[in-house]
């Protein structure tokens, strides 16, 4: 596996705005995928990359800091928050959002697009009246806890 510079990276993201934060030297493969593929979707404008965390989200909050909006119910906002864990191979759904009908598959879609045969996604708290099941008919490698 092959680690990019932080401005490496940011020069093959031209589709949404990407903060990382400055504990991040080097991005690792996975998360270089993830936020590949999560920036090909139409309605995803910025991406915040932390050491241990990704979010996305058509918006962002006011203030200083801009941060996505992922929180579900949110009127507006398409997005998903995900947890990385490295030492474990998965990355944990923490919240997701969709606002516009669809979205949610195509965030779910592109994050298994992203993760290697050994890596599984996870739900520790479903909310979601249904829409984890029905994501779990599509993903052998997905865990609902």
Do not use: C
């Not at 962002?60 to 119910?73: A, L, Q, S, Y």
């Amino acid at each position: 596996m092959k680690y990019k510079s932080v401005s490496e990276f940011k020069k093959t993201i031209t589709t949404a705005d990407i903060f990382i934060s400055n504990k991040i030297n080097k991005i690792h493969p996975i998360v270089e995928k993830l936020t590949k593929n999560l920036s090909e979707i139409e309605q995803i404008k910025f991406i915040r990359i932390r050491p241990d965390m990704i979010l996305a989200s058509s918006d962002v909050t006011e203030g200083r800091f801009k941060i996505p909006i992922t929180k579900p119910d949110h009127p507006t906002a398409v997005g998903l928050s995900l947890i990385i864990d490295f030492a474990y191979n998965n990355v944990q759904f923490y919240e997701i959002n969709s606002a516009v009908k669809g979205y949610g598959r195509k965030m779910v879609d592109a994050v298994f697009k992203s993760l290697p045969d050994n890596w599984n996604g996870v739900v520790v708290m479903d909310w979601s009246d249904g829409f984890w099941d029905k994501m779990q008919k599509s993903y052998r490698n997905l865990e609902i806890m």
